[in-house]
């Protein structure tokens, strides 16, 4: 029950298109749900994040959509550029697992000039 | 305003050794967390800890790994008679209480047993 999944593995998108990455969660009792990115040799780091009391939350070119009956979250990133290629990882935290983020498998997006 | 610093950065062990990491959090955040990322693979809870308390350790291998946040210095993560399988990057993040928007993961220690 405290599994986050997320897909694709894996994204290819051209510059200037929209990146699209779900998370599928389990566990009602999460409340917090971050998405980090994370380039090589480096840690993950936050990028956006939303509370189920809201449906969409957008911070420039990011945003996450959130949908609460289906225990669903996604990212979408506008006007992609080659330097959002990274992984993205969404995770989620909250109820008796206060302090502890679990994560998605991650996505690695490529995006081409 | 420093992040969170670990050191070191990379670490190469022989099986049966012991590895250290250690884990500076950001300045005036009291809890520290520990994950562990596999090749292709998100990362994985291990432990929350506080100064001198683990809050929640359910992400812990039962045996020969420990961890421990003191009053002062680091946070340090302890692997006794390490093993291939544990060939990993480990990341630290910290936190200030109740406060995930300041959740601020470090650059990892890349350890690897041979």
């Known amino acids: 029950q405290q599994q986050v999944k997320q897909s694709p593995q894996s994204l290819i998108v051209q510059k200037g298109g929209i990146s699209i990455i779900n998370c599928a969660y389990e566990?009602?009792?999460?409340?917090?749900f971050p998405w980090y990115q994370q380039f090589p040799g480096k840690g993950p780091a936050l990028l956006i994040a939303?509370?189920?009391?809201?449906s969409e939350k957008k911070e420039g070119r990011f945003t996450i959509s959130f949908n609460k009956s289906a225990k669903q979250f996604s990212l979408h990133i506008m006007d992609s550029q080659p330097g959002d290629s990274a992984t993205y990882f969404c995770?989620?935290?909250?109820?008796?697992?206060?302090?502890?983020?679990?994560f998605g498998q991650g996505t690695i997006l490529t995006v081409h000039p | 305003n420093a992040g969170v610093m670990q050191n070191p950065r990379h670490l190469v062990r022989r099986r049966g050794q012991e590895a250290r990491l250690r884990c500076s959090p950001v300045?005036?955040?009291?809890?520290v967390y520990w994950y562990r990322q596999l090749p292709e693979e998100g990362l994985k809870f291990m432990v929350y800890?506080?100064?001198?308390?683990?809050?929640?350790e359910s992400g812990m291998p039962k045996e020969r790994f420990s961890a421990e946040f003191p009053k002062e210095g680091p946070s340090i993560l302890r692997i006794q008679q390490v093993v291939r399988g544990d060939s990993a990057a480990y990341f630290c993040?910290?936190?200030?209480?109740?406060?995930?928007?300041?959740?601020?993961f470090g650059s990892g220690t890349r350890l690897t047993v041979v």
């Open positions: 993040a910290s936190s200030p209480p109740d406060r995930f928007d300041g959740y601020t």
């Open positions: 566990n009602t009792a999460f409340d917090y």
């Open positions: 939303i509370r189920p009391d809201v």
């Open positions: 995770a989620a935290a909250g109820g008796t697992s206060y302090g502890k983020l679990t």
């Open positions: 300045k005036g955040h009291s809890h």
């Open positions: 800890l506080q100064k001198e308390n683990i809050i929640d």
